[in-house]
């Protein structure tokens, strides 16, 4: 069975660009979620789809930031327009539960470097 | 709000050597714990878990055990290898909301 999988696995951009990351959960996974983790910090949780609804979106930085799960398979992240402190490493993670006891599977992450 | 400390990194063993990373953590009521972890150039992958107090979790000659008086989830093995080498995150999750809080990271480096 095929992980979660992110693309791409890494990203340079300048300052002021647009980005859009990709997430692939596991099949059959109904919840899926975005973390990132920017230097020095924790990871931090962004939000949290049920299919294609958006169930957590209270770690959302602020409205440069735009997460959607069309269909409820496959998610993007766009980041619109990127400014330095974005920089960092978006997880992305699967779980077939949504409650505190479901594990939830990550991918590889992709590392987001704004210039 | 919830938080979650472990012990700040790197630690670097020799091969053999017992194993300890500290966590801690701050939340209501009863949440479950987890260990990460981050091996070189891969994502994150669940090393263990415990869903209520006094429950221990392990895998792979780690264990954990959860305490709820002390609000603490202590990572041991109890003799390191050089493929034990990563990046060990230590989260706690609330049983209606499944957002996985994060402590730092602790680097772990085991050499022969």
């Known amino acids: 069975e095929a992980g979660v999988t992110q693309f791409p696995s890494h990203s340079v951009i300048e300052k002021g660009q647009t980005v859009t990351l990709r997430c692939d959960p596991i099949s059959g996974h109904d919840n899926l979620y975005w973390y990132r983790r920017v230097m020095g910090k924790e990871i931090k949780f962004l939000l949290h789809f049920v299919k294609e609804s958006k169930q957590d979106e209270s770690g959302m930085p602020n409205n440069r930031f735009l997460a959607e799960r069309t269909g409820g398979t496959y998610s993007t992240l766009k980041v619109q327009p990127a400014e330095l402190e974005d920089s960092g490493v978006y997880f992305c993670?699967?779980?077939?539960?949504?409650?505190?006891?479901?594990?939830?599977?990550f991918g590889p992450g992709t590392r987001l470097t704004v210039l | 709000g919830d938080s979650v400390t472990q012990m700040e990194g790197p630690v670097t063993l020799s091969e053999e050597a017992f194993l300890t990373i500290n966590c801690t953590y701050t939340a209501t009521g009863y949440p479950s714990l987890f260990w990460y972890v981050q091996y070189p150039g891969e994502g994150l992958q669940l090393l263990l878990k415990?869903?209520?107090?006094?429950d221990k979790g392990s895998n792979k000659g780690f264990e954990a055990t959860y305490r709820k008086e002390t609000t603490s989830f202590h990572l041991e093995k109890g003799s390191v290898q050089v493929s034990d080498s990563a990046v060990y995150f230590c989260?706690?999750?609330?049983?209606?909301?499944?957002?996985?809080?994060f402590g730092g990271g602790t680097r772990l480096m085991v050499k022969p």
């Open positions: 415990a869903t209520k107090a006094d």
């Open positions: 993670a699967s779980s077939q539960g949504g409650t505190g006891t479901d594990t939830q599977y």
């Open positions: 989260a706690l999750a609330h049983r209606a909301g499944n957002m996985l809080t």
